[in-house]
């Protein structure tokens, strides 16, 4: 039920990195579990890190596990994911996602279990 803003994508060379900010437009991330999907085109549609309403428990698909790193500042309104290491793979539409009642983050992110989407941000790794 939130409207959710991506920003921060961008083009980058590989091994460069990016940070992208997630907001909500005339509301509030702050009970709401939020994610990171992304989508390439011909490819499906991947949760690539989740996190719960406080920032205490996170998810990391295997692709991105150790490159990137989901966090959030609810004083702010704002849901962060830095990505380090960037490769070719990494190039997608990147999508800010918000859920609320999901079990676990990890169900959030492999499950797709999301209430409400960004309109995304291209994420552009190449040189």
């Known amino acids: 039920q939130l409207q959710l803003v991506e920003s921060g994508g961008g083009l980058v060379q590989p091994g460069e990195s990016l940070r992208l900010s997630c907001g909500a437009a005339?509301?509030?991330?702050?009970?709401?579990?939020i994610g990171w999907f992304r989508q390439a085109p011909g490819k499906e549609r991947e949760g690539i890190s989740c996190i719960n309403y406080s920032g205490g428990s996170t998810y990391y698909a295997d692709s991105v596990k150790g490159r990137f790193t989901i966090s959030r500042d609810n004083a702010k309104h704002l849901v962060y994911l830095q990505m380090n290491d960037l490769r070719p793979e990494d190039t997608a539409i990147y999508y800010c996602?918000?859920?609320?009642?999901?079990?676990?983050?990890?169900?959030?992110?492999?499950?797709?279990?999301?209430?409400?989407w960004g309109q995304g941000t291209q994420v552009t790794v190449s040189s």
């Open positions: 005339g509301g509030t991330l702050e009970y709401y579990a």
């Open positions: 996602t918000a859920a609320m009642g999901i079990t676990t983050v990890e169900a959030m992110c492999v499950y797709d279990l999301n209430d409400s």
